[in-house]
């Protein structure tokens, strides 16, 4: 299944989010600000345009996401044990 890009204009950046969680507006918020301050969206990574792998803990889920600016896939979402 191909996931279609859902636009997602957050600090006055347009980003592209693929998932198929059914996200709330306040947990993308969290997971771009945690992206953000990992210097996720480094646009100077020698003009790679490979997709990076980060892992986010957010309250009580921990999230797999992939970033290659300006796309973010969140491929899994589990609660923490």
């Given amino acids: ?3 279609e890009p ?6 006055n950046k347009l980003f ?4 198929e ?12 600000d945690e992206l ?8 100077d990574r020698n003009g790679e345009e490979e997709w990076i792998p980060y892992q986010i803990e957010y ?3 921990f999230y797999e ?3 290659s ?6 491929s899994k979402k589990r609660p923490i044990e």
């Avoid at 859902?6 to 600090?11: A, K």
């Fill in 1 to 3: 299944m191909e996931l």
């Fill in 6 to 11: 859902f636009p997602f204009h957050y600090r």
């Fill in 16 to 19: 592209q989010l693929y998932t």
């Fill in 21 to 32: 969680y059914d996200l709330t507006v306040k947990e993308v918020r969290a997971l771009i």
């Fill in 36 to 43: 953000l301050e990992m210097d996720a969206f480094n646009m």
């Fill in 59 to 61: 309250k009580d889920h």
């Fill in 65 to 67: 996401v992939w970033v």
């Fill in 69 to 74: 600016f300006p796309g973010i896939v969140i």
